[in-house]
């Protein structure tokens, strides 16, 4: 006849186990590093799907919440992200509002010599117009006269200038470039007839693509890496530790794979200011 342990004690068992696990699980990287002791506090855009974005339910979702959750989880920290428009992300970081962006800010020296940056995840830019629209865009001389729409303040912002600027050069019309706060904002532009296309990165705009609700007209605009980054130096080393050993565990790839993302080859190292 089997043994019968009381209630009591099995759930005794159960609470030293877990304590015992907590216990085991420490924080790699001190509270003085930390916006708030125990946290790894990351802000992020969710408005790109399917790398990060709101569901139906109000929850965030998408690959790059998925690796910033799996990274506070190997730091032994929570993981709490805070919702905000791209353009308020450096000032943000450099002012102690949170620990990290997680957003796929595009890296840059420029960047680079303000903060710490991990450049993880390999994208280039699109150009998207709306169904049925008439707007045919199979070169970017094409873009000539038209207005692009594009969110304020990030690398995308300054691709689509510089698309202006080379119509100017090649001696044809220029682009008219309309900045919104947000991607969403933006498609919602580009599908209400207010602007005639649409930059964005090569992952969103086929998501939209493969969904029938946007045009992906041209992409593999300007490749470049994107990156998380942050102010602390320490860390960033530890987060690029957890990366190598999601890279060589396999699950950094697989999650890439799962979303059809292209993650950067060899080694992630941190690039940015010393100390």
Known sequence: MPTRFPLTIALGALLLATTAQAQDCKPAVADSELIQPGKLVMSTNPTLPPLQFVDASGELKGMRVELGKEIAKRLCLEPAYIRIEFSAMVPGLQSGRWDLINTGIFYT????????????????????????????????????GRSIGVEIGG????????????????????????????FALAYQALRAGQVDAMVSIDGVAEEYAKRGQFHRAL?????TPVALAMKSR??????????????????????????????????????????
Not at 130 to 142: F, Q, T
Not at 157 to 182: C, H, M, P, S, Y
Not at 251 to 256: A, E, G, R, Y
């Open 234 to 275: 320490p860390l960033a080393d530890a987060v690029a530790k957890v990366l190598a050993d999601m890279k060589a565990d396999g699950s950094f790839d697989k999650l890439f794979a799962e979303y059809g993302v292209e993650p950067v080859s060899g080694a992630l190292a941190v690039k940015g200011p010393a100390g």
């Open 219 to 223: 992409h593999g605009i300007g490749p």
């Open 109 to 144: 020296p420029e960047r680079a010599a303000m903060m710490q940056m991990i450049p993880y995840e390999n994208q280039a830019i699109s150009i998207s117009t709306a169904n049925n629209s008439g707007v045919e865009v199979k070169s970017l001389d094409d873009l000539a």
């Open 155 to 182: 690398f995308e912002e300054k691709q689509a200038k510089a698309i202006d600027a080379q119509l100017r050069e090649k001696g044809l019309e220029g682009a008219t470039v309309r900045t919104f706060d947000n």
